[in-house]
């Protein structure tokens, strides 16, 4: 034996002991981040009325995996998905979308407003369910309470329970979970600018 083939049995001797390969079968996975979609450029027909924006959420909630429930096996645990994830937590991203469907900042010689509101989104499901292993959906349920920002006072509030069918997978969750979140944000912005029904409006 060659001094190089002596080497090289030692190297690969040395590998084995180490319980690794110098030749992995397959080239690890990689994790990828999502978030709802781009954004276009928002174009305000009318002035949109201030709002103080908050977006919490339920804590299980509050970190960027993206949560899925096998119905038919065992309901009560809440798995995530390994390689993928949002690029920040879900209520986070729902924000940024509600204050694009309301318009960044305040329009250029407008007067000053004669009131500002504060508007409270509680985030408490956004989630993708199996009830067969063929067979999921997705889920967002998050309530909406629009204040007085002076005074205190509810003036509306509105709660949006969305439910769709998606494809089994983790694709199927973000793309599903990301619809839902369209239109949740959209809802969310009627009830500040007055568009919402008179059956949203608090006593």
């Known amino acids: 034996m060659t001094k190089g083939s002596r080497a090289a049995a030692l190297i690969l001797a040395a590998a084995g002991v180490a319980g690794c ?10 994790l990828t ?17 201030p709002v103080i924006l908050r977006v919490k959420s339920a804590p299980w909630l509050s970190g960027t995996a993206i949560h899925y429930r096998l119905l038919y096996r065992d309901p009560t645990a809440i798995h995530v998905y390994a390689q993928n994830r949002w690029v920040a937590p879900p209520p986070a991203l729902l924000k940024a ?3 694009w469907r ?73 793309m599903g979970l990301s619809r839902l979140a369209r239109s949740a944000s959209g809802a969310f912005a009627r009830l500040v600018t007055g568009r919402a029904g008179a059956k949203d409006r608090a006593p």
């Open 21 to 30: 390969s110098l030749f992995p079968s397959r080239a690890p996975e990689m």
């Open 33 to 49: 981040e999502h978030d709802f979609g781009p954004l276009r450029a928002h174009i305000r027909a009318h002035r949109t009325p």
């Open 97 to 99: 979308r509600v204050r």
């Open 102 to 174: 309301l318009g960044a900042g305040p329009v250029p010689g407008a007067p000053a407003p004669a009131r500002i509101d504060r508007l409270v989104i509680v985030l408490t499901r956004f989630d993708q369910d199996f009830t067969a292993p063929d067979h999921a959906f997705v889920r967002l349920t998050a309530t909406a309470r629009l204040y007085n920002a002076a005074t205190g006072r509810l003036v509306a509030q509105k709660t949006v329970d969305l439910k769709r069918r998606c494809a089994p997978d983790a694709r199927g969750a973000v």
